[in-house]
């Protein structure tokens, strides 16, 4: 059975850290561009970072850029996103994703193009 599992959100003050996982089962994560998205309620879905499979090259929403880094661990079977210096509009439900890489992975995360989703895991920003 395909599954991925999101773990690590949580409620963190303005200014500090977490560290979502994001492990796989049945499928190795390896041959799949992976990436994280969030919704806030009455907003819409957005590709925060994605990853490629095949050369490495990453996406980062403006939103994120030089605050959130997206890794792998091939050993582990597991994607990682770290956020530092959060922001209470960071707030969100917080979804990783696997899919095929049939485009670049910016379009990919732009358009949402992943075939497999975790459930997610909440993360709340607030003082």
């Known amino acids: 059975q395909v599954q991925l599992v999101e773990s690590g959100g949580g409620l963190v003050q303005p200014g500090g850290s977490l560290r979502l996982s994001c492990a796989a089962s049945?499928?190795?994560?390896?041959?799949?561009?992976i990436g994280w998205f969030r919704q806030a309620p009455g907003k819409e879905r957005e590709g925060v970072p994605c990853i490629s499979s095949s050369d490495g090259s990453t996406y980062y929403a403006d939103s994120v850029k030089g605050r959130f880094t997206i890794s792998r661990d091939y050993a582990k079977n597991t994607v990682y996103l770290q956020m530092n210096s959060l922001k209470p509009e960071d707030t969100a439900v917080y979804y990783c994703a696997a899919g095929h890489e049939g485009r670049t992975v910016q379009a990919m995360c732009v358009m949402g193009d992943f075939g497999s989703w975790g459930q997610g895991t909440q993360v709340t920003v607030s003082s």
């Open positions: 049945g499928f190795t994560l390896d041959y799949y561009a």
